[in-house]
């Protein structure tokens, strides 16, 4: 009798430390703080820029880890937004550009905020996280759906939007996205949270209040490293990309190229500040010890280099987007990864570290070995695609590119960092060539059918510009 009640007492202690060990580690899950930023290319001072002014992103930085080769999955907001938040490239989705909805393509696709909703995580978010176009609500508990905003459209060259406005820090959306995520994060919750914060400045227009742009007197700014004949070399899918005719002509025919550089550091000047504001209240907050922080830009910009304007290429410019990860116990201060890494591994990388199962649609691999060793084995290359079956290879030496067409470009990063010399047809590199072809996706799905909302959209601002 007693060898059963002993036995039976003992059964429920391991029962009831089994229950208290789970309800344990549910409590003891990391936190997510999940940062996006729009149109942020390398312009940022803990990649070596030295023009630029971004002290709070290299201070966030300079606490975990900072990727040197991060690129994102495709040059454009939505399908690099969707590519990301899908965990699906472009060529598996057939979301290739801004009109296609993704919503509506892969309309069943549990998305990465869903998925931490469906685990037990509160999930909540401002500002700008999906396209504008396509939000999808119901992966959120909370949102804040409307930040307002001020007339900032105030002037620019054809289609690069820039300029000066009268307006107040506070008058911005991304300050009203930093006040919202903030008030979450000052307050104790009883679940973990995926809180994100999405900032639509650095894109155009750029125009922030003039303070910013005292930051950077126009007589000394310093314009990109262009080589005058760079096209020269570049194969007719690739200069159709460029579209030299297109805005770069503009620019150079109204003299304002060193204004525009002005504005888009004054933009990204004021973005940072905001940054600055979130992380102060991060470091107040109770959740500094147990959240993880990732921050990634969606994609690259180009300002002039190739003769290109913003991004929609698969240059260095338009592909390259900051990236940062804070992982406590984890990520070493102060460390640097320079592999190359495209931020299909984020989704992953989430479910990882915050033991989440992966699901299966997932295309990228978590990355918690770089994080813990930056200089650990890592066999993947970074992949960007553009448009249908246009995609770029980039590893730790070479940038390889093969458009729809079959036209080819090569550059090799230990001698050429500005992708100045094109040797695709240098026989002696054929081997490299097929080499990094291999490592090409080879799914390309057709394009998704065109949303018609975003059609109207358009030709509603073609007659707008049309009209005086
Ligand atoms: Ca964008
Ligand atoms: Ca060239």
């Known amino acids: 009798m007693r060898r059963t009640l002993s036995w039976i007492i003992g059964l429920l ?7 208290g060990a789970t309800a344990h580690a549910a409590d003891a899950r990391p936190n997510v703080l999940f940062i996006a930023i729009d149109d942020l290319r390398d312009w940022v001072g803990f990649l070596g820029d030295t023009q630029t002014k971004t002290p709070n992103l290299d201070r966030l930085a300079a606490r975990g880890m900072k990727f040197t080769r991060s690129y994102c999955a495709a040059p454009v907001c939505n399908p690099s937004r969707t590519a990301l938040l899908t965990g699906m490239r472009p060529g598996s989705t057939g979301v290739y550009n801004n009109n296609i909805d993704w919503r509506e393509v892969v309309p069943d696709v549990v998305t990465l905020p869903l998925h931490f909703k469906q685990n037990g995580y509160f999930v909540a978010g401002a500002g700008k996280i999906t396209h504008d176009s396509f939000k999808r609500r119901s992966d959120w508990e909370e949102y804040l759906d409307k930040a307002g905003g001020v007339k900032d459209d105030v002037g620019g060259v054809d289609g690069i939007r820039f300029g000066a406005i009268d307006a107040d820090d506070d008058d911005m959306p991304d300050a009203k996205s930093v006040k919202y995520v903030s008030e979450y994060l000052a307050k104790k919750h009883d679940k973990p949270f995926f809180l994100a914060c999405g900032f639509k400045k650095p894109h155009m227009p750029f125009s922030v209040p003039q303070k910013y742009f005292d930051k950077f007197p126009l007589d000394r700014i ?8 760079d096209l020269k070399d570049i194969p007719p899918a690739g200069i159709k990309m460029a579209q030299p005719d297109g805005d770069h002509a503009a620019i150079m025919k109204s003299g304002r190229w060193k204004e525009a550089v002005q504005a888009y550091l004054a933009t990204i000047s004021f973005m940072d500040t905001m940054l600055g504001r979130l992380i102060e209240n991060f470091d107040r907050s109770p959740h500094r010890d147990n959240t993880i922080i990732v921050l990634w830009s ?4 180009h300002l002039g280099e190739k003769e290109h304007w913003r991004k929609f290429a698969l240059w260095e410019e338009a592909t390259r ?10 990520t070493l201060t102060g460390s640097t990864c320079e592999r190359p890494v495209d931020f299909m591994h984020i989704y992953p990388t989430l479910c990882d570290l915050c033991g989440l199962p992966a699901p299966k649609h997932l295309q990228g691999r978590s990355i918690r070995t770089l994080l813990k060793d930056p200089q650990a084995e890592w066999s993947q290359p970074a992949i960007t695609t553009h448009e249908f079956k246009n995609h770029a290879v980039r590893t730790e030496r070479w940038r390889f590119i093969l458009y ?9 990063h230990d001698a050429d960092p500005h992708e100045w010399t094109n040797l695709a047809s240098d026989a002696k590199l054929a081997t490299v060539k097929s080499e990094l072809e291999k490592l090409l996706p080879t799914e390309n799905a057709p394009p998704g059918k065109k949303s018609e909302a975003e059609v109207k959209v358009k030709q509603k601002a073609k007659a707008k510009k049309k009209s005086p």
């Open 222 to 229: 310093k314009l990109p490293d262009v080589k005058a004949d």
């Open 404 to 412: 729809a067409n079959g036209d080819e470009e090569l550059y090799d």
């Open 321 to 330: 987007a900051p990236l940062i990860w804070s992982v406590p116990n984890l």
């Open 298 to 301: 969606d994609h690259g910009w």
């Open 13 to 19: 202690c391991v029962f009831g430390s089994v229950l």
